[in-house]
């Protein structure tokens, strides 16, 4: 199952980086003699309303839908790990109001929040992956302030901090690089849902705008067209599904080699 | 127990504020002015200033939240700037269908998902766990609205069973009800199968078989109970999820609810009635995370006793 999910994820980046090379055609060459026209030899997977190659399309969609999900993860990641070790290394009141915050934050449906903060930094695709990462940062603090805190009662911090060690040195040098690992495997899984989300917001209209070939958007001006061309749904949904199929494989894989579980309870 | 309860609901009230301050300043960063959308061709800017105090809107953001905290906890929500009306009166119209839908998801998504997650567990590592894990994970990585797009095109358009758009009957719940309810299916048979697992290798079990219980008794009545607890800890955070998916389904379905109200009032920048489908939806998270935290109270007797 990891070799599949490695293997998807693998076909992924590299369709990305190629895109250019492996557009059999350019992705915004439209084409007014050949609109809505089904899968054929010429366009192995159809066109769309404006005659445009589906297959460029979705091959350069792969490309913005990584780079979408890598960097908001990263967003996310980064507000969590911040706010996830302040909670958990200083404890107290500040803990209490961050770890309820999370908490809140944590418990709302992504795609209301995501909604929301597009709808005040506006659309388009820098605005869509920033509000993907102030939705999903809230999993990752809470990660990273129990991992802390279970590590803080470490005798190797009691001996870290008997030598004298800082805050600043404890916390960077040895809580946070030994609670990376379930960081890692849900960032995995994130990557494959922070896809999800670009493609619903753009798919609700409030993501990447036409002409931008993003699969939420491709679908988006499809559904007008469901019932004569349903490709141009079907197509972009496929190659999210194997995206996020693949990005799941890869951290189900990645919590066996990583063994998280056994090490929390440890 | 009751204490507990007590409690849990005194801790809703700040949660409350908390929400509807954040949702409150939230709205009111959005760029654009809904007044000038409402401005007719040829109005002046002595209109503006006009419309613009009529609706509150020239005050400072405090005091217009207070104004508006004020009214909402009197059941005053405002009126929607865009369709003249009550905010009220439109969600109490269209509550009752993401009601039905969340409902109706609800169910096929715990009966499906604890059903699977039992029979892998219990057939473990054979076909029939591997084709349910599969069914399971497609279930957590399809998108929803495509999966709502799909089957409208394969049970409404191919077949013909059902109507492609359209709320009020039975008919017209089905495909709504199955699509959001598949993704929920599929977690919650991951977490059931598990858990049951988990269960499996307890020395209590172990135990049980000693003293002589058959294996059906041991899986219904010991395993399968204990493995449930997780699944009711899923319960609560499912219902926001369930309402986050109700969002995108009442659009690609075209079905009323308090989703399609809230997305086309994003579009048309109708305010008063952003905030009050948002806090409504926010609140329903919340209120269902506040039940499963009871349900589960209730279930595990050592969280039970602890109030006594």
């Known amino acids: 199952m990891g070799v599949i999910g490695t293997a998807l994820i693998v076909g992924l980046i590299l369709v990305a980086i190629f895109a250019p090379m492996l557009e059999p055609y350019s992705f915004k060459e439209q084409n ?23 297959l460029s399309r979705v091959i350069r969609g792969a490309r913005i839908s990584f780079v979408v999900g890598v960097l908001s993860v990263m967003i996310s990641v980064l507000i969590g790990v911040v706010i996830g070790s302040i909670a958990g290394f200083y404890g107290g009141a500040i803990d209490l109001v961050l770890t309820t915050i999370a908490d809140l934050t944590w418990s709302m449906p992504a795609i209301l929040i995501a909604l929301l903060l597009v709808a005040v930094i506006g659309a388009g695709l820098e605005s869509v992956v920033v509000a993907i990462g102030l939705s999903y940062w809230a999993q990752y603090a809470r990660l990273v302030r129990g991992q802390i805190l279970s590590l803080k009662a470490a005798v190797y911090i009691e001996a870290t901090k008997s030598m004298g060690a800082s805050d600043f040195i404890i916390l960077f040098k040895h809580l946070l690089p030994n609670s990376m690992s379930p960081v890692i495997v849900a960032a995995t899984v994130g990557v494959g849902n922070a896809i999800v989300l670009e493609a619903t917001l753009g798919f609700l209209g409030m993501g990447a705008q036409p002409p931008t ?13 469901l019932f004569i061309s349903p490709w141009v749904i079907i197509f972009p949904g496929l190659a999210m599904m194997l995206t996020v199929l693949g990005f799941n494989l890869f951290g189900d894989a990645l919590i066996e080699i990583m063994d998280v579980k056994n090490k929390e309870s440890n | 127990m009751w204490t507990y309860i007590l409690r849990r609901t005194l801790l809703l009230i700040p949660i409350f504020f908390i929400i509807s301050v954040v949702v409150f300043s939230l709205i009111h960063m959005v760029p654009g002015d809904p007044i000038d959308s409402l401005l007719g061709p040829g109005s002046t800017a002595a209109d503006k200033v006009e419309l ?27 009126q929607s700037i865009i369709e003249k009306q009550p905010v009220v009166d439109m969600i109490l119209y269209n509550m009752p269908f993401t009601i039905n839908l969340g409902l109706a998801a609800l169910v096929i998504s715990f009966f499906l998902g604890i059903f699977l997650g039992i029979i892998s567990a219990a057939f473990k590592n054979t076909f029939i766990d591997h084709i349910s894990m599969i069914f399971a994970l497609l279930g957590v990585t399809v998108p929803a609205f495509w999966l709502g797009l799909i089957l409208m095109l394969i049970f409404s358009v191919m077949l013909g069973w059902f109507p492609v758009s359209g709320s009020g009957t039975l008919q017209s719940l089905i495909l709504p009800a199955v699509t959001v309810g598949l993704g929920g299916a599929g977690l919650i048979a991951r977490i059931t199968r598990v858990s049951m697992l988990e269960m499996f290798n307890k020395q209590f079990i172990l135990l049980l078989y000693a003293k002589g219980l058959s294996k059906k008794v041991i899986t219904i009545k010991h395993i399968f109970r204990n493995a449930l607890m997780p699944v009711i800890t899923i319960f609560g955070l499912r219902l926001g999820w369930i309402l986050g998916g109700a969002v995108t389904i009442e659009i690609v379905f075209s079905r009323p609810g308090i989703g399609n109200m809230l997305l086309s009032a994003l579009y048309r920048r109708d305010y008063p009635v952003v905030q009050a489908s948002l806090i409504f939806l926010t609140m329903a998270v919340i209120i269902g995370a506040f039940i499963a935290d009871i349900m589960y109270a209730y279930a595990d007797p050592r969280v039970r006793d602890a109030y006594k």
């Not at chain 1, 899968?39 to 769309?48: C, I, Q």
């Not at chain 1, 070939?213 to 491709?218: K, L, Q, R, V």
């Open chain 1, 32 to 54: 007014i003699e050949l609109m809505n026209a089904p899968p054929s030899a010429s366009h192995l997977l159809g066109t769309d309303e404006y005659g445009r190659d589906l």
């Open chain 2, 52 to 78: 613009t105090k009529a609706y509150g809107l020239d005050k400072s953001l405090p005091v217009q939240y207070l104004v508006w905290l004020k009214k909402f906890l009197t059941g005053d929500m405002g």
């Open chain 1, 213 to 225: 070939p993003s699969w939420g958007a491709m679908m988006s001006s499809g559904t007008a067209y």
